[in-house]
Nanobody
Protein backbone atom coordinates (compact mmCIF):
# COMPACT_ATOMS: atom_id res chain seq x y z
CA UNK A 1 0.00 0.00 0.00
CA UNK A 2 1.14 3.54 -0.81
CA UNK A 3 0.07 6.79 0.80
CA UNK A 4 0.54 10.12 -1.02
CA UNK A 5 -0.01 13.57 0.45
CA UNK A 6 0.28 16.70 -1.69
CA UNK A 7 0.97 20.22 -0.46
CA UNK A 8 2.06 23.58 -1.81
CA UNK A 9 -0.95 24.62 -3.83
CA UNK A 10 -2.40 28.11 -3.63
CA UNK A 11 -3.36 31.22 -5.54
CA UNK A 12 -0.87 33.14 -7.64
CA UNK A 13 -0.92 35.74 -10.37
CA UNK A 14 0.01 34.89 -13.94
CA UNK A 15 3.77 34.74 -14.36
CA UNK A 16 4.29 33.61 -10.79
CA UNK A 17 5.70 30.38 -9.38
CA UNK A 18 4.66 27.61 -7.02
CA UNK A 19 6.32 24.42 -5.86
CA UNK A 20 4.16 21.41 -5.14
CA UNK A 21 5.34 18.62 -2.87
CA UNK A 22 4.13 15.05 -2.52
CA UNK A 23 5.14 13.10 0.56
CA UNK A 24 5.13 9.39 -0.18
CA UNK A 25 5.10 6.44 2.18
CA UNK A 26 4.50 2.73 1.93
CA UNK A 27 5.77 -0.01 -0.33
CA UNK A 28 8.81 1.23 -2.28
CA UNK A 29 8.30 -1.10 -5.25
CA UNK A 30 4.75 0.13 -5.75
CA UNK A 31 5.95 3.72 -6.13
CA UNK A 32 8.91 3.15 -8.43
CA UNK A 33 7.29 5.48 -10.93
CA UNK A 34 5.69 8.76 -9.88
CA UNK A 35 4.08 11.74 -11.49
CA UNK A 36 1.81 14.74 -11.44
CA UNK A 37 -1.57 14.99 -13.09
CA UNK A 38 -4.18 17.74 -13.06
CA UNK A 39 -7.87 18.26 -13.60
CA UNK A 40 -9.38 21.63 -14.39
CA UNK A 41 -13.06 22.40 -13.75
CA UNK A 42 -15.20 20.85 -16.44
CA UNK A 43 -12.25 19.07 -18.02
CA UNK A 44 -10.80 15.59 -17.90
CA UNK A 45 -7.75 14.62 -15.89
CA UNK A 46 -4.50 14.98 -17.85
CA UNK A 47 -0.87 14.17 -17.41
CA UNK A 48 1.59 16.91 -16.45
CA UNK A 49 4.98 15.35 -15.69
CA UNK A 50 6.31 11.95 -14.66
CA UNK A 51 9.59 10.58 -13.39
CA UNK A 52 10.93 7.06 -13.76
CA UNK A 53 12.89 5.04 -11.24
CA UNK A 54 16.11 5.89 -13.11
CA UNK A 55 15.38 9.62 -12.85
CA UNK A 56 14.33 10.19 -16.44
CA UNK A 57 11.43 12.58 -16.86
CA UNK A 58 8.69 13.38 -19.34
CA UNK A 59 6.45 16.44 -19.46
CA UNK A 60 3.34 17.34 -21.34
CA UNK A 61 3.92 19.78 -24.18
CA UNK A 62 1.77 22.41 -22.44
CA UNK A 63 4.22 22.67 -19.52
CA UNK A 64 7.58 22.10 -21.19
CA UNK A 65 10.01 24.87 -20.38
CA UNK A 66 7.90 25.98 -17.40
CA UNK A 67 7.43 22.99 -15.07
CA UNK A 68 10.12 20.75 -13.61
CA UNK A 69 9.55 17.44 -11.85
CA UNK A 70 12.09 16.13 -9.37
CA UNK A 71 12.32 13.85 -6.39
CA UNK A 72 14.30 13.56 -3.18
CA UNK A 73 14.58 9.86 -2.47
CA UNK A 74 16.07 10.45 0.97
CA UNK A 75 12.96 12.42 1.93
CA UNK A 76 10.53 10.26 -0.05
CA UNK A 77 9.21 13.43 -1.61
CA UNK A 78 8.20 14.30 -5.16
CA UNK A 79 8.23 17.91 -6.32
CA UNK A 80 6.75 19.94 -9.15
CA UNK A 81 8.33 23.35 -9.66
CA UNK A 82 5.93 25.49 -11.64
CA UNK A 83 7.21 28.73 -13.17
CA UNK A 84 5.66 31.24 -15.58
CA UNK A 85 2.23 30.10 -14.50
CA UNK A 86 -0.73 30.82 -16.76
CA UNK A 87 -4.46 31.03 -15.98
CA UNK A 88 -4.94 27.81 -17.97
CA UNK A 89 -2.75 26.01 -15.41
CA UNK A 90 -5.57 26.44 -12.87
CA UNK A 91 -6.55 22.95 -11.72
CA UNK A 92 -6.48 20.41 -8.95
CA UNK A 93 -3.05 18.79 -9.06
CA UNK A 94 -2.67 15.15 -8.08
CA UNK A 95 0.38 13.12 -7.20
CA UNK A 96 0.36 9.53 -8.43
CA UNK A 97 2.49 6.42 -8.09
CA UNK A 98 2.74 2.98 -9.65
CA UNK A 99 5.09 0.06 -10.11
CA UNK A 100 4.82 0.66 -13.87
CA UNK A 101 5.73 3.73 -15.94
CA UNK A 102 3.20 6.57 -15.92
CA UNK A 103 2.05 8.50 -18.96
CA UNK A 104 2.71 12.25 -18.98
CA UNK A 105 0.78 12.68 -22.23
CA UNK A 106 -2.47 11.07 -21.19
CA UNK A 107 -5.95 12.38 -20.78
CA UNK A 108 -8.72 10.58 -18.96
CA UNK A 109 -9.72 7.78 -19.02
CA UNK A 110 -6.17 6.80 -19.97
CA UNK A 111 -4.44 8.51 -17.04
CA UNK A 112 -3.91 5.36 -15.04
CA UNK A 113 -2.00 5.03 -11.77
CA UNK A 114 -2.39 2.57 -8.95
CA UNK A 115 -2.19 5.19 -6.21
CA UNK A 116 -3.38 8.78 -6.02
CA UNK A 117 -3.13 11.59 -3.52
CA UNK A 118 -6.06 13.74 -2.48
CA UNK A 119 -4.96 16.69 -4.62
CA UNK A 120 -3.89 20.28 -4.05
CA UNK A 121 -5.58 23.26 -5.72
CA UNK A 122 -3.63 25.67 -7.90
CA UNK A 123 -5.35 28.86 -9.01
CA UNK A 124 -3.69 31.31 -11.41
CA UNK A 125 -5.30 34.70 -11.93
CA UNK A 126 -4.70 36.97 -14.89
Amino acid sequence: QVHLVESGGGSVQAGGSLRLSCAASGDTYSRKFMGWFRQAPGKEREGVAVIDSDGSTRRADSVKGRFTISQDNAKNTLYLQMDSLKPEDTAMYYCAADSRPLNAYCSAPYCYAAYWGQGTQVTVSS
